[in-house]
């Protein structure tokens, strides 16, 4: 289980992740779906200690990714498929990750078993296709067998075997009661993929719903509420588990509850509420939307770049 | 999708393992990076480099290689003494002992590649990515620092020592064919041998500060080669004193005053050089440490 709490990460000037909250939960594949640069890596990598937040928390199975006292034990992480010493060979770079936990050869070659690396396990990691560098990045996040794997974006680079192979292992994986927590920016991927889907953009997260749900077009709507005292009823509301943006000062954009929940939840301890209204986008359009503003790198219509 | 589900439930085929492993523990006994578990995975990470190997290599044949010319050119010129009254000044303003130095003559290159590599054992983790592996084994990130640290410097220290002898074993005969003696088990040559070995220890583990701090190796190597070649050379055209005393604080004229018989002038004295350059060890790789452990990988 992965818990984020208000997850912030500034870089500068640029706000990379701007307090995310959310719940990975076991037994399921996750989905984090986002455009290009919507914050989806940077919050990997602070669920992995690896980036700190500069505010907010999050923890895995209970605890700090730091503070466990075997961190490949519990999570196994592919966050880049480039995350290989380029001179050294794929066997070794497993034999390397595998002694930091007193973890025997038997599972090194287990792993690249697993995977399809034999052929190449003894060849430089620097030589590998990137669906090479995805099936090794793959072996080392299963090397210490964790109750947690986070993939950041594992299909990128995979031929349509790989692609499928994948599909198969996180479902096995999750299937086994493990907590799956897996990247993408294609929605048609998560679609057959994942349990339940995190959409993030601008480094918010937009929508938290079972892929039940957006496959039958019942995106699990956003409520916009206007209020004068939005410190308040962010703290009710959230409270009762939605998860709230505030894009404005008086503004909330409210996730996880209906219109009535909210207004009774106003009405109940005297907020005044003056606009609520239910944002009612499918997911799929809200994501092509976001995407449309939000990606970082603008591609010209196909007319014009022909011209 | 219920198809796919029911497809892969029933296929045993991946992580037939991670089952069985898993299903009894949740990992909170099971071995984590303890301290001897991590030295081990650099140790792995260090041999399973070719280009680190070469460097070694390199070093040996260098420190050798300049042994060997160094004891021809000490017999050529002791032969010269021998006929020249002027040269026999020389040399003996020189010491006396000119062949005590020969197997050490060339710690002067050993240091520049053991001091790179040290650079590039650290910075080449952040150019090519592994630092996101290592560090997410290793979240509490300084064991792995300083696994890291003893490796370079051990092996910094062994591999000079070890030529150095060697190239002490080549020198004794090519001096003796010119009538010179020396004796690699004198007091002397033992202790010019550990010290230079130390030192560059040393280099080694401030390469590594600077490939840590700068996380690129061009950069590191060119800090390197900054402090350890140029800085002597500026320090000593720059008119004025206070380069003058500068010059003895650089840690590449600590060796001197550190293996002389006696107190060279114009340097520090042999317990001054000790602390310099325990200083120019220990500062940048605390600096390193403390913003290894805060920044973000």
Redesign the interface.
């Known amino acids: 289980m992965i818990e984020a709490n208000g997850l912030t990460k500034v870089y500068g000037a640029k706000t990379a992740v701007a307090g995310v909250s959310f719940t990975v939960r076991a037994g399921q594949v996750t989905g984090f779906l986002g455009p290009n640069g919507a914050g989806k890596s940077t919050t990997m990598r602070m669920i992995m200690g690896l980036d700190r937040p500069t505010s907010g928390s999050v923890t895995v199975n209970g605890l700090p990714y730091v503070k466990h006292t075997a961190p490949l034990r519990q999570v196994g992480a592919l966050l880049d498929a480039k995350a290989v010493h380029t001179s050294r060979s794929a066997y070794n770079h497993l034999l390397a990750m595998a002694a930091t936990h007193g973890i025997p050869k038997t599972r090194v070659h287990e792993v690249i078993e697993m995977t399809g690396l034999d052929a190449v396990a003894r060849k430089k990691a620097g030589g590998f296709s990137l669906g090479m560098g995805q099936r090794l990045g793959i072996a080392a996040a299963l090397l210490g067998d964790p109750q947690t794997l986070i993939l950041d974006e594992p299909v990128n680079g995979l031929d349509p075997e790989g692609v499928v192979w994948v599909r198969n292992l996180v479902r096995h994986l999750a299937g086994q009661g493990r907590t799956v927590f897996l990247s993408s920016h294609l929605m048609s991927e998560m679609a057959q993929t994942a349990d339940h889907l995190i959409v993030i953009g601008r480094g918010r997260v937009i929508a938290d719903a079972p892929i039940r749900d957006i496959i039958t077009g019942k995106g699990q709507a956003r409520v916009r509420v206007r209020t004068d005292q939005p410190d308040r009823l962010h703290q009710l509301l959230a409270g009762r588990g939605a998860s709230i943006e505030a894009p404005e000062r008086e503004l909330l954009e409210v996730t996880g509850l209906d219109p009535r929940a909210i207004a009774a939840a106003a009405l109940e301890n005297q907020v005044m509420v003056y606009e609520l209204t239910p944002l009612t986008a499918s997911l799929e359009e809200a994501y092509m939307e976001l995407t449309k503003d939000d990606v970082e790198y603008h591609s010209l219509p196909a007319a014009e770049v022909s011209k | ?1 219920s198809a ?2 029911t ?3 029933a ?1 045993p ?7 069985g ?2 299903s009894g523990s ?3 006994s ?5 301290f001897i ?2 030295l ?3 140790i ?2 260090f041999r ?4 680190t190997l070469i460097l070694l290599a390199a070093t040996a044949v260098v420190v050798v290689g300049f042994g060997a010319l160094s004891a021809w050119g000490t017999g050529q010129f002791a032969n010269a003494a021998s006929r020249d009254p002027q040269a026999a000044v020389r040399a003996a303003s020189q010491g006396g002992d000119l062949a005590i130095s020969v197997p050490t003559s060339g710690i002067a290159f050993a240091q520049l590649i053991l001091g790179s590599l040290g650079v590039l054992l650290m910075s ?2 952040f150019t ?6 290592t ?6 990130r300084l064991p792995a620092f300083t696994a890291k640290l003893a490796v370079v410097m051990v092996v910094s220290f062994a591999v000079t020592a070890v030529s150095t002898w060697v190239a002490g074993l080549v020198a004794v005969p090519i001096l003796d064919n010119y009538g010179l003696k020396l004796d690699l088990a004198s007091s002397e040559s033992v202790k010019l041998l550990l010290v230079n070995s130390i030192y560059v220890a040393a280099v080694a583990a401030i390469g590594m500060a600077l490939g840590t701090l700068l996380r690129n190796s061009a950069g590191g190597i060119m800090s390197l080669v900054g402090i350890f070649f140029v800085a002597p050379i500026a320090f000593q055209l720059i008119p004025g004193d206070f380069f003058k005393e500068a010059r003895k604080y650089l840690p590449g004229n600590t060796v001197e005053p550190l293996t002389a018989a006696q107190h060279v002038p114009d340097t520090l004295e042999a317990w001054q050089a000790a602390l310099v350059l325990g200083a120019w060890v220990v500062i940048p790789l605390l600096v390193a440490a403390v913003l290894l452990k ?1 920044r ?2």
Not at chain 2, 30 to 34: A, E, H, K, V
Not at chain 2, 48 to 51: A, G, H, K, N
């Open positions: 999708m796919m589900t497809e892969s439930t296929s085929e991946p992580a037939p393992s991670a089952a492993h898993s949740h990992g909170r099971l071995p984590g990076p303890t578990r991590v081990n995975s650099e792995i990470k399973s480099l070719l280009s080449s983790e090519t990515g592994m630092a996101r592996s560090f997410a084994a290793v979240p509490k805060r973000d990988v």
